[in-house]
Nanobody, 124 residues
Framework: QVQLVESGGGSVQAGGSLRLSCAAS????????MGWFRQAPGKEREGVAT????????YYADSVKGRFTISRDNAKNTLFLQMNNLKPEDTAQYYC?????????????????WGQGTQVTVSS
């Protein structure tokens, strides 16, 4: 059974940094797509950063480009999201997700496996 467990969220002031981690387990073959998504109260879930294993490519939402970095430690089956220069509009519940299918990595609706989420709160 696939399990994704996020950690690293918290409360920071604007301009600060946080590093999210997602420990993945319960599978033999690595997911084709892994990503970070977020959802703020009253808003739709949105893609923040995703990683495509077969293409070796990454996607970043325009709002986080240059500030966030997605990375993987394959040996530890862990996905990271380094978030720098955080802004109040980054406040949201952040989720890690994975899928093995052929569909694109950017859309949250393509992901069947999700972690429980970790809260990030940025104050001005």
């Amino acid at each position: 059974q696939v399990q994704l467990v996020e950690s690293g969220g918290g409360s920071v002031q604007a301009g600060g940094s946080l590093r999210l981690s997602c420990a993945a387990s319960g599978y033999i073959y690595s997911p084709r797509c892994m990503g970070w998504f977020r959802q703020a109260p009253g808003k739709e879930r949105e893609g923040v950063a995703t990683f495509s294993t077969d293409r070796g490519s990454t996607y970043y939402a325009d709002s986080v480009k240059g500030r966030f970095t997605i990375s993987r430690d394959n040996a530890k089956n862990t996905l990271f999201l380094q978030m720098n220069n955080l802004k109040p509009e980054d406040t949201a519940q952040y989720y890690c997700a994975a899928h093995w299918g052929p569909s694109t990595c950017e859309r949250y609706s393509n992901y069947p496996y999700w972690g429980q989420g970790t809260q990030v709160t940025v104050s001005s």
